[in-house]
């Protein structure tokens, strides 16, 4: 009995030593590398601190894409409008491509006031400057 326990013995130590030189050459094999991907945060240009929307009219959203990266993460934006520090659920526009640099949107029904912004979507969120929203 004794003789089959140390054959079974030895039987698993070899296995452990088998899989562990079968790890150590799967381990300093080289991994397929994903494509690297940048991140683009194109700061909101309009509208600004001063700009006045009225209701109803239809505006332009400008962002700067004069230096964006090789590979964005997510190439389709989508524009929301900010009341304060809070996102409203109202999407002005959705699904473009984020490397256009303006879209034209209407300006939403909503309360008079003067400190709305600009969320700008794709790869990060990018807030714009405070401005005016009228009747």
């Not at 993460?73 to 490397?99: H, V």
């Amino acid at each position: 009995m004794l003789s089959q326990t140390t054959t079974l013995t030895k039987f698993f130590f070899v296995l452990i030593a088998l899989f562990g030189v079968f790890f150590q050459f799967a381990a300093a094999l080289p991994m397929a590398e994903l494509e690297k991907r940048d991140i683009f945060v194109p700061p909101v240009l309009d509208p600004h601190a001063g700009t006045v929307w009225f209701k109803g009219q239809q505006r332009n959203v400008t962002w700067d894409v004069s230096d964006p990266p090789v590979n964005i993460t997510n190439k389709f934006g989508q524009i929301r409008l900010r009341k304060g520090d809070l996102s409203t659920p109202l999407i002005l526009a959705d699904g473009f491509d984020i490397l256009l640099g303006s879209i034209e949107v209407t300006v939403p029904w909503v309360d008079e006031g003067d400190d709305y912004s600009i969320l700008l979507l794709g790869d990060s969120g990018n807030f714009g400057q405070k401005f005016t929203i009228k009747q």
